[in-house]
């Protein structure tokens, strides 16, 4: 159930209440200006002076108030004609009454005679009200009513009585009994609505007030908040949102915690990586200083691994400048549609220039294999892991590299195949974590900077492909990129 219709289940309780209270003030005005308790039997009673007669009253009431005008002696002596016209209204539900002075002189059948004089309505000579109510042994009666005076100037009255409905006598007797029940109804029902509100909504938006206090406090794995039978719909979705809000605001601060972690452990490779080439740097710069290099052949050995050594801290900066831009997303690709076998082929064209001694092959299907890249950045991809294995070939081994491309699904993959050291079983899932060389003491004899991979792994991931490598130690390695088909 909704808030909206519980809430409207609360307003008509409202209403309901709001009434109740109108009828008090009702019947404490009616109590002030009467000096009655209004009861069904008085309000009865104030609308029977008002209401007409019915066709059989007004007959009866006709016809013997003529009889008690003209002789009313007659009334007491019933006549045969008489008597029958009385027998025939008392067959149509009609009580007649004939009182003179404080006597019952004649009444209906099952009427009680005691209870006829004790609520006998007062002698009134005018006959200014006529009409009103009368109770008999508990039985309500709307009666008619004429006073006359007998030949002897004794009181006399006529009553035609109508027995009212069961339902009006049963309010009449109970009614009191009936709105009392009915306000405590109410009340409980009120309680009751109440109760309902506050299990289904108050209390779960308490609870969830509750570990939201608890997060302000910095409790993200707080108590997990409880789920409560017949709660209402909106509180149930506020729930399972807060609660999916509180996940990925743990997944957030796990995620930042790791992005601190790996900050530090970047600014500590970065001191080492950059500490080391400093170091030689100032170490033959000073021998230089101090004359330790004392003969030509000496001065420019030590000239030449300064500047090697220089050159190696310069392609570590390039390639640590270039990796925070990729992962900082500060690059913008430009990607064209473009055939990876003609874009390979240049590439091995540039390679074969810079280093005849590398044997370098192609290995591809007649068809173009059209890919959506950045030309710039993939040639640097692809270059990264072509100096990655010229880094490591065999030791008196030439070394040779297999460019081989092929369509495999909805991908194009291109496999980059060399003959060279390998990379053992247990390193193979780091060597794409920046910095790893695969060296515990990570000397940067080779010119590796640690970037290299860490950078092809960014870019071909901002190519919507992905980078996979096998290897075994002096067998070879195989590095597999899958692009996406361009259609």
């Not at 029977?48 to 013997?64: C, G, T, V």
């Not at 045969?80 to 009580?95: C, M």
């Not at 190696?312 to 400048?321: P, R, T, V």
């Amino acid at each position: 159930m909704t808030i909206k219709r519980r809430f409207l289940i609360s307003y008509i309780g409202g209403i309901f209440i709001a009434s109740a209270s109108l009828l008090v003030i009702i019947c404490i005005l009616f109590y002030v200006t009467t000096g009655t308790v209004p009861t069904p039997n008085t309000l009865y009673q104030e609308m029977a002076k008002q209401r007409s007669l019915s066709a059989d009253e007004e007959l009866a009431y006709i016809e013997l108030r003529n009889v008690a005008k003209t002789d009313p002696d007659k009334i007491i002596y019933v006549e045969q004609d008489l008597a029958y016209n009385i027998q025939h209204f008392e067959s149509k539900s009609l009580g007649v009454v004939i009182r003179k002075d404080e006597d019952i002189v004649y009444y209906s059948e099952g009427l009680v005679e005691k209870s006829l004089i004790a609520h006998f309505p007062q002698f009134d000579a005018n006959n200014l009200e006529t009409k009103g109510t009368i109770q008999n042994v508990g039985r309500l009666y709307r009666y008619i009513k004429f006073d006359f005076y007998f030949s002897d100037q004794t009181k006399g009255s006529l009553l035609i009585l109508k027995k009212e409905n069961n339902l009006l006598e049963f309010m009449t007797k109970w009614g009191i009994v009936i709105i009392v029940a009915i306000v405590c109804i109410s009340v409980a029902g009120v309680a009751f609505m109440n109760y309902l509100l506050k299990k289904s909504i108050i209390s779960p938006l308490e609870s969830l007030g509750t570990v939201m206090a608890e997060l302000k406090e910095g409790e993200l794995v707080a108590t997990p908040i409880e789920k409560m039978e017949h709660t209402a719909k909106e509180i149930q979705q506020l729930t399972m949102n807060f609660e999916n809000m509180r996940d990925a605001l743990i997944e957030s601060i796990k995620e930042q915690r790791n992005l601190e972690n790996n900050r530090k452990e970047l600014i500590a490779s970065i001191s080492h990586d950059l500490k080391t080439p400093i170091t030689s740097i100032i170490g033959y710069v000073e021998g230089l200083q101090e004359g330790v290099a004392d003969t030509p052949q000496k001065q420019e050995k030590y000239l030449q691994t300064i500047h090697a050594k220089a050159l190696a801290l310069n392609h570590l900066i390039e390639e640590l400048f270039l990796y925070s831009k990729l992962d900082a997303e500060a690059i913008t690709f430009h990607y064209e549609r473009i055939n990876l076998v003609s874009f390979l082929q240049h590439v091995v064209e540039e390679l074969q220039l810079i280093d005849r001694q590398v044997s370098i092959q192609m290995q591809t299907t007649k068809e173009p294999l059209y890919v959506a890249i950045d030309r710039m950045q993939m040639n640097r991809a692809i270059m990264n892991l072509i100096e990655n294995s010229m880094k490591f070939k065999k030791g008196g081994e030439p070394l040779t590299i297999l460019l081989d491309v092929y369509k495999d699904g909805a991908y194009v993959v291109l496999r980059i195949v060399d003959n060279g050291q390998g990379i053992p079983k247990e390193q193979l899932p780091y060597v794409f974590d920046r910095f790893y060389r695969g060296e515990e003491a990570r000397t940067t004899d080779t010119g590796g900077s640690g970037l290299g991979l860490a950078i092809v792994q960014q870019i071909i991931e901002k190519h919507g492909g992905n980078v996979d490598i096998q290897s075994e130690q002096m067998m070879g390695t195989i590095v597999s990129i899958a692009l996406e088909e361009a259609k």
